[in-house]
C-alpha cells in the first residue's frame, strides 16, 4: 500500500513541476490541461484524476512554490548581522521570486476581483512568514541594544508590509490594478529599499 502511496506521490509531484513550466512560460490563461497531459505522456483523464480542474492545478502549484519562498525564509531567521541586512533580505528576496514566476501570477491579474479563498490562505502564510522573520529580527536588535525598545514590533512590522504592498509607480495606469506590470517591478523594489532605509533609521537611536 505504501509503494503504490509513493507512487501516487512521484506521480503528483512530476504533474505540478510540468504544470509549473508551463505556467510560467505561458501563464495561466494561455495554458490547457491537454498541454500539460502532453507534456507529461499521460492521458487527460489521468490528470484529471489528480487534479479535477486547472485551478485546482494551479493552486496545487501556487502551494508548492510559495513552500519554497517560505523555505527561503525560514531558513535565514536568526543569521542576520543587522536590522537592514534582514530587512533588505526579505525586499530582495521577494523582488527576485516575482521576477522570476512572473508570468506564472497571471492568474492574479486575470482574477485579482475574485481570487479564490486558497489563494488568500497561502497569501496569507507568505504573509505571517515574512512578519516573523522580520518582527524576529527587529526583537534580536532590541536585546542587542542597537535600537529603540518596541512594545509591539509584531504590529509595526505588519503596518511597514502593508505599506510596501501599497508602494506603486507614478503611472495612472498602475493605478487600476493591484498587481504591478514587469516593466514598473525595479521602480517599486528602488521604492521598497528607500521606505526600509528611513524605517530602520526612525528606530535607531
Do not use: C
Not at 502532453?38 to 489521468?46: C, P, Y
Not at 492574479?108 to 490562505?121: G, K, T
Not at 528611513?198 to 537611536?205: A, D, E, Q, R, V
Amino acid at each position: 500500500m505504501a509503494a503504490g502511496n509513493d507512487h501516487q506521490d512521484i506521480k503528483r509531484e512530476k504533474i505540478l513541476e510540468a504544470s509549473y513550466q508551463r505556467f510560467l512560460h505561458y501563464g495561466y490563461s494561455k495554458t490547457t490541461m491537454n498541454e500539460i497531459a502532453g507534456d507529461l505522456s499521460m492521458s487527460k483523464a489521468l490528470l484529471y484524476y489528480y487534479f479535477p480542474d486547472k485551478s485546482q492545478l494551479y493552486i496545487a502549484v501556487m502551494r508548492k512554490l510559495s513552500n519554497d519562498y517560505l523555505k527561503i525564509l525560514e531558513d535565514k531567521i536568526d543569521t542576520f548581522t543587522n536590522l537592514k541586512e534582514a530587512f533588505v533580505f526579505q525586499i530582495n528576496t521577494n523582488h527576485d521570486f516575482i521576477v522570476s514566476n512572473y508570468n506564472f501570477f497571471d492568474f492574479f491579474r486575470l482574477n485579482e476581483q475574485n481570487l479564490p479563498d486558497s489563494i488568500w490562505e497561502i497569501v496569507g502564510q507568505v504573509h505571517l512568514s515574512e512578519l516573523n522573520l522580520l518582527s524576529n529580527a527587529i526583537k534580536t536588535e532590541i536585546e542587542r541594544g542597537t535600537i529603540k525598545p518596541i512594545d509591539n514590533p509584531g504590529e509595526i512590522v505588519d503596518l511597514l508590509l502593508d505599506a510596501l504592498h501599497g508602494i506603486r509607480v507614478g503611472a495612472v495606469s498602475q493605478k487600476k490594478t493591484s498587481f504591478p506590470r514587469k516593466e514598473h517591478l525595479e521602480e517599486i523594489h528602488t521604492k521598497k529599499l528607500l521606505l526600509i532605509d528611513i524605517f530602520i533609521k526612525g528606530l535607531m537611536y
